[in-house]
């Protein structure tokens, strides 16, 4: 009955390759989010999505790019990986923008 | 741009002592604002939201917009209270996400 939850856990990779982050939530929330957390814990938005609008933070490279098949998802895809997008990527959900956001466990992504 | 300001990166006080993490934020509007726990390795989760003005875990924080403070307090520390303790806000009815403050490491010592 997780509420967010998050594929893989863990996801150690090459540079230059391409990889994808999966989130899911069972809320039946209409906005979800990616965050960024970086070694410093540092936490920064990437993107808020609801099925009308993507909202993009300008900060974040064209290589990353959001997927919804549908209102429960929300994936990550990530282009020719570089050493400095390690971090854990945080997944949230909201039933609306200004609610409570209800987050996954984090997938730690380290680029070799 | 909004920004979420938390001035103490660690905070270390002994059990049983009153705790007091300090926020500031900058917005022009009306923003929702929020505190955020990390325990370690583990996900977010809320603790408190200002409008619901609930005392959680014994923890409390009052939405000044005077000083655009909304800092959080517990009057007697606990060691589980160790962890990571984030501010964040929302901009009033937006879908932007939330703007994390840096975050401040509370640590509870025996």
């Known amino acids: 009955d997780t509420a967010v939850s998050q594929t893989p856990k863990y996801l150690v990779t090459q540079m230059g390759n391409d990889k994808s982050i999966k989130c899911e939530q069972n809320l039946g929330h209409d906005t979800m989010y990616w965050y960024k957390q970086d070694s410093k814990k540092f936490l920064k938005i990437m993107f808020s999505y609801n099925n009308k609008e993507l909202i993009i933070n300008e900060t974040v490279p064209n290589r990353f790019s959001p997927k919804s098949p549908d209102k429960a998802h929300l994936n990550l895809h990530i282009n020719s990986l570089e050493l400095g997008d390690s971090a854990v990527y945080f997944c949230?959900?909201?039933?609306?923008?200004?609610?409570?956001?209800?987050f996954g466990p984090g997938t730690r992504l380290t680029v070799l | 741009a909004q920004r979420v300001t938390q001035p103490e990166k660690l905070l270390s006080v002994f059990k049983g002592a009153p705790v007091e993490l300090k926020c500031n934020y900058s917005?022009?509007?009306?923003?929702?604002l929020f505190w955020y726990v990390q325990y370690s390795r583990q996900r977010l989760q809320l603790l408190l939201r200002h409008i619901s003005r609930e005392s959680i875990k014994g923890f409390t924080a009052d939405l000044n917009k005077g000083e655009t403070s909304f800092h959080l307090k517990k009057p007697f520390a606990q060691e589980e209270d160790s962890a990571m303790y984030y501010c964040a806000l929302v901009p009033g009815g937006g879908a932007d996400g939330l703007t994390f403050g840096k975050g401040t490491h509370l640590i509870i010592q025996p």
């Open positions: 917005y022009s509007g009306s923003p929702e």
């Open positions: 949230a959900s909201s039933q609306r923008g200004s609610d409570t956001q209800y």
